[in-house]
T-cell receptor, first 111, second 119 residues
Framework: AQSVTQLDSQVPVFEEAPVELRCNYSSSVSVYLFWYVQYPNQGLQLLLKYLSGSTLVKSINGFEAEFNKSQTSFHLRKPSVHISDTAEYFCALSAGTALIFGKGTTLSVSS | GAGVSQSPSNKVTEKGKDVELRCDPISGHTALYWYRQSLGQGLEFLIYFQGNSAPDKSGLPSDRFSAERTGGSVSTLTIQRTQQEDSAVYLC?????????????????FGPGTRLTVL
């Protein structure tokens, strides 16, 4: 069985501070890994993905995640957050078909 | 089409009634997925359609839930005899194709969801 665990349900931070949203996964087969973001009152959007190759993947808005096979982790980081990053973030995995999601982390950025 | 569309956007029903939720995938996408987003449970996979193959129903929580996909395009998720615990946002996603395993990957695009409230 495959599963995704997001270790923090809520992460409050101040603007311009760094942030890390933690994600661990469990799978007996190779998987793809994803971070999705859901802004308030909006749909789910793909933020970044790891399929193969370089273990460090980056999004266009400054987030990055590193695939660590030995620690079965795919933590999401940003060195300096903005108010507009306030959203719910979901880590997910796939072995090629349906996505298995973590329960989500609410990132709240305040000034 | 511009994206995945779902209707209705909101549905309020009484316990025991049946409901139908509709999903229109992106034109040309052969794979279609239903997920449920509920408080405390996060996002859960419900059912997956790929072309004309038999659907993967492994995520359906009970036999009150069913889904069909007509003509390989539009899909309808039906919940019979709704219960209060069925209250959630039901999300549909589509992708261009998938053959399973890691030999291919196609991004899933999500619709805006249908918020179901069972009173």
């Amino acid at each position: 069985a495959q599963s995704v665990t997001q270790l923090d349900s809520q992460v409050p931070v101040f603007e311009e501070a760094p942030v890390e949203l933690r994600c661990n996964y469990s799978s007996s087969v190779s998987v793809y890994l994803f971070w999705y973001v859901q802004y308030p009152n909006q749909g789910l959007q793909l933020l970044l993905k790891y399929l193969s190759g370089s273990t460090l993947v980056k999004s266009i808005n400054g987030f990055e995640a590193e695939f660590n096979k030995s620690q079965t982790s795919f933590h999401l980081r940003k060195p300096s957050v903005h108010i507009s990053d306030t959203a719910e973030y979901f880590c997910a995995l796939s072995a090629g078909t349906a996505l298995i999601f973590g329960k989500g982390t609410t990132l709240s950025v305040s000034s | 089409g511009a994206g995945v569309s779902q209707s209705p956007s909101n549905k309020v029903t009484e316990k025991g009634k049946d409901v139908e939720l509709r999903c229109d995938p992106i034109s040309g996408h052969t794979a279609l997925y239903w997920y449920r987003q509920s408080l405390g449970q996060g996002l859960e996979f419900l059912i997956y359609f790929q072309g004309n193959s038999a659907p993967d129903k492994s995520g359906l929580p009970s036999d009150r839930f069913s889904a069909e996909r007509t003509g390989g395009s539009v899909s309808t998720l039906t919940i019979q005899r709704t219960q209060q615990e069925d209250s959630a946002v039901y999300l549909c996603a589509s992708s261009s194709r998938t053959s399973g395993g890691l030999s291919s990957y196609n991004e899933q695009f999500f619709g805006p969801g249908t918020r179901l409230t069972v009173l």
